[in-house]
Structure formats: structure tokens, C-alpha cells
């Protein structure tokens, strides 16, 4: 059966820490793949996307990584802030229509 | 970018009536989606709003259930029909821009007693 995973429900690091999380998936051949934020009561707002023959993307702070040998991504945020505390998704394209993972909930404590 | 208005933004309802909710995007898009996120969980794909057309339901959801309207590009109702408890949930409206990447409104938290 198709599964994606994301490492853990919660991580907690301390302000100016690496956090990484981990998004694993199984029976998939994914075109792309997205990670998303999203705060409580809110909707998730993209952050970034990654295709199939990307290895690593960067953004300011953010970076991901794409094995798909590994059926793996990675998602670091560096230099991390107690704003950056929130639940972070990823999400497989799937001809056309997204699938989510469950989310790790990251807070970073000052 | 996309910016989507989702309205209701939440409502509490009766057993056995019907909720519409409404989505708005601020540019024309092609794909349109409606998702469902149950408290504590991730986001379940309902159907995805086809303009002009049926839209096309993912396992478990009927269109009895939740019909869809797409009416042009830029908007889309979802309607929760006969809503028992166990349709509390965040619904979720969203776009996919040409670059792949989706765009949500800020839900609509719906309670059913």
C-alpha cells in the first residue's frame, strides 16, 4: 500500500539549532514534492517544492533535499527561531493531486 | 501566487442539514481542490472541482455526500449534506498554480451537533 511518513509527531530544539525533518514514502514514483506550514487554525502556506530530478533546493533559511533512490526528503531549517515553531507537511504530487503526510509539529524553544 | 477567500470561516449546525461553503480565488486557475482535515490529522483530499464538469471524488467521498460546484475559474462551493457529528472537521479549499505549488484558504471549521 502507498504510505508517507514524516519522522516524528514532534520535535523540539533550541533557538539557533538545525531542525530537520524527515518525509519518507513508500509506492510512490512522485513527479514533485512540497513541504508546506501551517499554524493552528490556519490553512498551510507552501514554503517549498522540489522535483523529481532535483537533488536540494535552498530558500533564505530552508532547505530540501530529494532522494528518490532513498524514497526520501529532507527538510532543514537553519539558524532556527521560536517563530518558526509550527506543524511542517509534506506533500507528493501524484498525477496531478497532492497526498499529505501527517505533519511534525517543530517547536523551538529560546 | 494565489490568494483564495474561504467563507464560512466556521459555523455549528444541526444533525441532518446541509452547510455550503464558499471559495473564492483572486486570479483564474485551472485546478481546484477541496480537502478535509479532521482535528489533530493531516489534510484528506476530497475531490478535485473541475470547471464545466463533475468533479472527480477520492475514495470514501460521494457526491450525495459533498456535491461541488465550479461554476468558472475562479470560484467553488462545497456543500456538506445530511451533516452528522462525525462531519466536524477544517474544510479546506485550494488551487494549484502553474509552478505546481498549492495555495489554501483559511478553512472553515464546521461543528455538528
Known amino acids: 500500500s502507498q504510505k508517507i511518513e514524516q519522522n516524528s509527531e514532534a520535535l523540539n530544539i533550541q533557538e539557533g539549532k538545525t531542525a530537520t525533518l524527515t518525509c519518507n514514502y513508500t509506492?510512490?514514483?512522485?513527479?514533485?514534492l512540497q513541504w508546506y506550514r501551517q499554524d493552528p487554525g490556519r490553512g498551510p502556506v507552501f514554503l517549498l517544492l522540489?522535483?523529481?530530478?532535483?537533488k536540494e533546493k535552498r530558500k533564505e533559511r530552508l532547505k530540501v533535499t530529494f532522494d528518490t533512490t532513498l524514497k526520501q526528503s529532507l527538510f532543514h531549517i537553519t539558524a532556527s527561531q521560536p517563530a518558526d515553531s509550527a506543524t511542517y507537511l509534506c506533500?507528493?504530487?501524484?498525477?496531478?493531486?497532492?497526498?499529505f503526510g501527517d505533519g511534525t509539529t517543530l517547536t523551538v524553544k529560546p | 501566487s494565489a490568494v483564495i477567500s474561504q467563507k464560512p470561516s466556521r459555523d455549528i449546525c444541526q444533525r441532518g442539514t446541509s452547510l455550503t461553503i464558499q471559495c473564492q480565488v483572486d486570479?483564474?486557475?485551472?485546478?481546484m481542490f477541496w480537502y478535509r482535515q479532521q482535528p489533530g490529522q493531516s489534510l484528506t483530499l476530497i475531490a478535485t472541482?473541475?470547471?464545466?464538469?463533475?468533479?472527480?471524488?477520492e475514495s470514501g467521498f460521494v457526491i450525495d455526500k459533498f456535491p461541488i460546484s465550479r461554476p468558472n475559474l475562479t470560484f467553488s462551493t462545497l456543500t456538506v449534506s445530511n451533516m452528522s457529528p462525525e462531519d466536524s472537521s477544517i474544510y479546506l479549499c485550494?488551487?494549484?498554480?502553474?509552478?505546481?505549488?498549492?495555495?489554501f484558504g483559511e478553512g472553515s471549521r464546521l461543528t455538528v451537533l
Open positions: 472541482a473541475n470547471q464545466g464538469s463533475e468533479a472527480t471524488y
Open positions: 509506492n510512490y514514483s512522485p513527479a514533485y
Open positions: 506533500a507528493l504530487d501524484l498525477g496531478g493531486k497532492s497526498t
Open positions: 485550494s488551487c494549484r498554480v502553474n509552478t505546481g505549488e498549492l495555495f
Open positions: 486570479s483564474q486557475v485551472t485546478m
Open positions: 522540489i522535483r523529481e530530478n532535483e
